[in-house]
């Protein structure tokens, strides 16, 4: 192995520049070169690539967003897009790439890797936190604090007008971010993809807290599991109270990485340098029970990481 690639896919996450700045200096500290590839699979396949030295990474490890960029490309689902982006590979003397994505991007890594044999190694980075094999992805802990952040402020007014709010917060296709600030923010219900939602019941139990008088109510909705403006609209019209909605959107995204999403990519982008040295053909890294593990990059194709719904059921003890 001579020369990697190392690039950031799907939708950014803080914490994915200090991912490269590790990939960069683990990589030359072993005496590879290093390309950075721009703009994920679509750069791949149009050859956007620039070799990085370490001080190429040098003042990022605090920056939200991803130096590299990052693309979805409808492109590279083609089969044209996909021997494009061989033919890049071959042609830029790519022994190893480093994908830095979701489980989109582990996809598309294990497609050229079969296409060709490169050698992948997935380190996870999305917000979403809902990635096979590991604990924690890259940019959770950051949109975690920054809808929290949110959800204590929402608080405060919503008390003071005694009104109900419905929080929408990101997570097409799963509740982690849901759920968690839900627990962390006291939110008094949480409804995410995962579970069916039962709004009469939800309603029922607004009124009693209403009656109990409880001074405010936050229901945190992940944008997949429905649109929080039918929440608070269905709210109202139920039980009569004001409802008023606040979507967090792609703040969740941007910002500085915390300290837990610089440590876990410093930790996670140099595993994954060694991985491909240690000969490993298709990994992703991770974290279990503390500890950084690899895990063929294959299981992503079973599906996502499933959900500890008794989290939600926490999310209801508590609202009582
Ligand atoms: O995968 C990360 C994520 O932020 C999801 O939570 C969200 O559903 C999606 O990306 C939004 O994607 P886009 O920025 O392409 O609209």
Redo the contacts with the bound molecule.
């Keep these: 192995m001579r020369r990697i690639g190392v690039m950031t896919s ?2 950014d ?1 803080p914490g994915m520049n200090a991912a490269v700045r590790a990939v960069v200096r683990t990589a030359v500290e072993r005496g590879l070169e290093v390309l950075g590839i721009e703009r994920g699979f679509h750069g791949l396949l149009h050859g956007h690539v620039r070799p990085m030295g370490s001080s190429s990474v040098s003042g990022i490890i605090n920056r939200g967003g991803t130096i590299l960029r990052t693309a ?1 490309s409808a492109e590279f689902r083609t089969p044209e897009g996909q021997g494009r982006a061989t033919r890049q590979i071959a042609e830029n003397g790519i022994d190893g790439l480093v994908i830095i994505g ?1 489980d989109g991007s582990y996809r598309g890594g294990l497609a050229v890797h079969r296409a060709c044999g490169v050698r992948v190694a997935g380190v996870p980075g ?3 936190n809902d990635i096979p094999g590991t604990e924690y992805t890259i940019g959770f802990d950051t949109a975690v604090n920054t809808a929290l952040e949110a959800i204590d402020k929402i608080r405060d007014t919503a008390t003071s007008h005694d009104r109900v709010f419905v929080v929408e917060v ?4 799963n509740g982690a ?1 849901a759920l968690t600030v839900s627990i962390a923010g006291g939110a008094e219900a949480a409804i995410i993809p995962e579970v069916r939602h039962d709004m009469l019941r939800l309603c029922q139990r607004i009124q009693t807290w209403q009656d109990r008088g409880k001074l405010s109510c936050i229901i945190v909705v992940a ?2 599991a429905a649109r929080g403006s039918d929440i608070a609209a269905t709210i109202t019209q139920v039980t009569g109270i004001e409802t008023r909605l606040a979507v967090i959107g ?1 703040i ?2 941007g910002g500085a990485p915390s300290a837990r999403d610089r440590e876990m990519a410093t930790r996670f982008g140099a595993e994954a340098v060694c991985a491909l040295l240690d000969g490993e053909e298709a990994t992703m890294v991770g974290l279990m029970r503390g500890c950084t593990v690899r895990s063929p990059i294959e299981s992503v194709e079973c599906g996502s990481r499933p959900l500890d719904e008794g989290l939600l059921a926490l999310v209801d003890v508590m609202a009582t």
């Design positions: 799907g939708g996450a979805r979701g999305t917000i979403d990101m997570g097409r296709l971010i944008e997949g792609h969740q995204r």
